[in-house]
């Protein structure tokens, strides 16, 4: 029922910004902590930045100071600024939610590549 869609993604320079943003539709998602998580070729995923119901925020040591998420309740979407990239930062990026009261309904996007490169 619940789909999320992110889009934004492509190519930069390094140096260059992208916002990247995950529209939900199905369900409110107001009440869930999203998140966003990348890939890179051959590693794991990995959280890049979180953001729950209440606004809190974390990130991943690797982009504190770059990338900023942020949330549109009234849209029912989440974004994630991505400044001052880095060829490091190239990955596909993962769009997530979680209901935070119970912690077992969750759900993916499909992602969107983010290509970081002169």
């Known amino acids: 029922q619940v789909q999320l869609v992110e889009s934004g993604g492509g190519l930069v320079q390094p140096g260059g910004s992208l916002r990247l943003s995950c529209a939900a539709s199905g369900r409110d998602l107001s009440l869930y902590a999203m998140g966003w998580y990348r890939q890179a070729a051959g590693k794991q995923r990995e959280l890049v930045a979180a953001?729950?119901?209440?606004?809190?925020?974390n990130y991943a040591d690797a982009v504190k100071g770059r990338f900023t998420i942020s949330r549109d309740n009234a849209k029912n979407t989440v974004y994630l600024q991505m400044n001052s990239l880095k060829a490091e930062d190239t990955a596909v990026y993962y769009c997530?939610?979680?209901?935070?009261?119970?912690?077992?309904?969750?759900?993916w996007g499909q992602g969107t590549q983010v290509i970081v490169s002169s």
């Open positions: 997530h939610a979680n209901l935070e009261i119970v912690g077992f309904d969750d759900y």
């Open positions: 953001i729950t119901s209440g606004r809190t925020t």
